[in-house]
């Protein structure tokens, strides 16, 4: 039995010192010191892989949202619209009624006081003309009424003036009364659905006023009623269109603008860089960095600060193109300071989260990485910015890592 206990009591012993040698931690001799925290770059010529590209048409004018009419040394532009949703008939108490005529139209112009409208000393005239030749929303330009048509006269055919309106002064909103006869053109609007349209220009140097809303307003005499009754139309559509037109982007990447512009890139990183690991380490911070090529000419530079958002693609954007489909946004938006921008300075976009979830991924199952940049909104104005492309070593982009790699730890 003594025997027994003492072998049983030395097991125990040898037990309990493999243990404390296999775990057991001497405070005075860690396991190894913790991995320093560095940073590391790298140009894009210098990748695995680096594609870039410029698309455009994401917004034309008639789906950005705004419209704007101008007159001045840089920038000359009017607004285009049909009102094709006139009613030939309307409700009075429960019955629908036909209507007799219409009197006393008007435009009703809203003034968008935020986007800094301008007015001359001595004022200026708004003034609204029939169209003699119809428009494609989406394709009407300064030259073009639709594509491979030309307008007789650039800025569009004007026919006869139907009605304009003296401005002095900055006003919230401006009506401008109709002065032919009001029955006869909505008449003849109501029978055609709005051909061939109208514009809505101004005649003074210095002038530029954007609308944030743009309506016809009219009574409309029913059959059979002494009343009038105040009738709205919104224009359906409406564009505009200005000179001199955006120039079609080259080699350099060009973010907003109408047409709008995106950037779309597709990349791949290096496992290591400069002998520190990526894959596998800590990201803490991760960015990309663009250079600006400085302000585009007038009218296309800006002085307003725009916002961007990058996001991810599904799919290859050179093989799908522009309409490659869209995922979720990568990190926060991003702010483009436009005195940094006008100077050729850089543009940092954080682009951690996506970095971070590649870092921690197999090689195999997230090879490379495809995103792209876009103005918020799209087509909110004419103004973009243009960054260098990979073709030019001193404008290309680079990417900058702040890198914890992974502690080591041995075994004793």
């Not at 002494?226 to 037109?245: A, N, Y």
Request: include cysteine.
């Amino acid at each position: 039995m003594r025997r027994i206990l003492f072998l049983a009591a030395g097991a125990l012993a040898v037990a309990s010192c493999t243990e404390d040698s296999l775990i057991g931690v001497d405070p005075t001799s860690p396991p190894g010191p913790s991995s320093e925290t560095v940073e590391v770059s790298i140009g894009v010529g210098d990748l695995p892989l680096w594609r870039d590209t410029t698309f455009v048409g994401y917004a034309v004018p008639s789906s950005s949202g705004i419209q704007f009419v101008a007159n001045e040394p840089s920038l000359v532009s009017r607004v285009l619209g049909r009102f094709s949703t006139l009613p030939d008939s309307i409700f009075v108490d429960t019955a629908r009624v036909a209507v007799e005529r219409f009197e006393s139209a008007r435009l009703r112009l809203i003034v968008d006081s935020l986007a800094g409208p301008v007015l001359p000393d001595s004022g200026t005239e708004l003034r609204v003309h029939g169209l003699a030749r119809g428009f494609e929303e989406r394709e009407a330009s300064w030259t073009e009424a639709r594509a491979g048509e030309s307008w007789t006269t650039p800025g569009g055919d004007l026919a006869d003036l139907l009605g304009s309106v003296r401005v002095d002064s900055l006003q919230d909103t401006l009506f401008v009364p109709i002065s032919v006869d009001s029955d006869s053109l909505l008449s003849d609007w109501l029978a055609s659905d709005g051909e061939l349209g109208y514009a809505v220009s101004s005649s003074a140097d210095g002038s530029n006023l954007t609308f944030a809303a743009l309506a016809l307003v009219f009574d409309v005499k029913p059959e059979g009623q002494d009343t009038l009754i105040e009738v709205i139309r919104g224009p359906q559509p409406s564009t505009f269109i200005f000179s001199p037109e955006t120039p079609l982007p080259g080699e350099e990447l060009r973010l907003g603008g109408l047409p709008a512009a995106r950037i779309y890139i597709r990349f791949e990183l290096p496992d290591t860089l400069d002998g520190v690991p990526l894959r596998g380490s800590r990201i803490n911070q991760a960015s990309v960095i663009f250079r600006s090529l400085g302000a585009p000419p007038d009218p296309f530079a800006t002085t307003d600060t725009l916002f961007a958002s990058i996001f991810e693609l599904l799919a290859d954007p050179f093989e799908a193109g522009p309409k490659t489909p869209v995922g979720l946004n990568v990190g926060s938006f991003v702010e483009l300071d436009p005195e940094i921008l006008a100077s050729g300075g850089e543009q940092s976009l954080n682009i951690t989260q996506l970095i971070q979830t590649w870092a921690g991924a197999s090689a195999d199952s997230l090879p490379d990485l495809q995103i792209g940049l876009r103005t918020l909104p799209e087509g909110g104005g004419v103004g973009y910015w243009e960054f260098g492309d990979m073709s030019d070593p001193a404008t290309a982009p680079r990417f900058v890592f702040l890198v914890t790699p992974p502690t080591e730890f041995s075994v004793p």
